[in-house]
């Protein structure tokens, strides 16, 4: 299935586009850019801080995603994430978050331009889970 993606890489650099063969258990997939045409390109999952699923690639630049939580959708933990840049999300972790490259995450703020997240966890300085 194709998916309207956002890729944070380590480094800082930031690629748009689409995937179709994200897996989070296999080392690396492929990115067509968001421009149009263009040679797809080879992402390797450990390269990334995380991937993001957008609704689209613009945003909203005025929009301040909420720092609590309501109700949690899916039966998923309440958490706090810290990226090592310094970064933090609140949302909740899908699932037991048991994959060792990483784990899934839904933004707090139903309202927030991300649909959900896939979050490397070397690319994590800390998770605080909330009760």
Not at 17 to 24: A, E, I, L, N, Y
Not at 44 to 59: I, Q, T
């Amino acid at each position: 299935m194709e998916a309207k993606v956002v890729v944070h890489l380590k480094g800082g650099t930031v690629h748009k586009g689409v995937t179709q063969d994200f897996d989070p258990d296999r080392d690396a997939f492929h990115l067509l850019p968001a421009e149009g045409g263009g040679v797809p390109l080879r992402i390797h999952v450990e390269d990334m801080k995380a991937l993001f699923y957008v609704r689209d690639y613009l945003g909203n630049r005025d929009f301040v995603p909420r720092h609590s939580f309501g109700a949690v959708a899916g039966g998923g933990r309440k958490a706090i994430v810290t990226f090592r840049d310094g970064e933090r999300i609140w949302g909740t972790v899908e699932g037991d978050g048991g994959r060792p490259t990483g784990f899934y995450f839904l933004p707090a703020d139903e309202e927030d331009n991300n649909i959900r997240i896939f979050i490397v966890r070397s690319s994590v300085q800390d998770i605080e889970f909330v009760p």
